[in-house]
């Protein structure tokens, strides 16, 4: 049973950073896509960053240059960097894992965690 498990989230202000964990267990696919996606109330989930298993990345526009996604194998464990945040930014963000490489496609992926909160203040 695949297990996602978010941290890291919470208020900060405008320009500040903050780094999320994904902590993952039971996913023992070789081939994989792991991404973030983010959801504010009353908009659609949208993708922020994915990697897959070759350390191939993608952003959103909206965050490139700010983000930084990564992942430690070893831990398997999933991050995501965020700097230079701004309010747009506030969301629940989650972590999401699939065998196929969906990339930033948010209805596509099979495995998903429960999301962690982030506030940003102006």
């Known amino acids: 049973q695949v297990q996602l498990v978010e941290s890291g989230g919470g208020s900060v202000q405008s320009g500040g950073s903050l780094r999320l964990s994904c902590a993952a267990s039971g996913y023992t696919y070789s081939s994989y896509c792991m991404g973030w996606f983010r959801q504010a109330p009353g908009r659609e989930r949208e993708g922020v960053a994915a990697i897959d298993n070759d350390g191939l990345t993608t952003y959103a526009d909206s965050v490139k240059g700010r983000f930084t996604i990564s992942q430690d194998k070893a831990k398997n464990t999933l991050y995501l960097q965020m700097n230079r945040l701004n309010p747009e930014d506030t969301a629940m963000y989650y972590c999401?894992?699939?065998?196929?490489?969906?990339?930033?496609?948010?209805?596509?992926?099979?495995?998903w965690g429960q999301g962690t909160q982030v506030t940003v203040s102006s």
């Open positions: 999401a894992a699939d065998p196929i490489k969906w990339w930033l496609l948010p209805g596509r992926y099979n495995y």
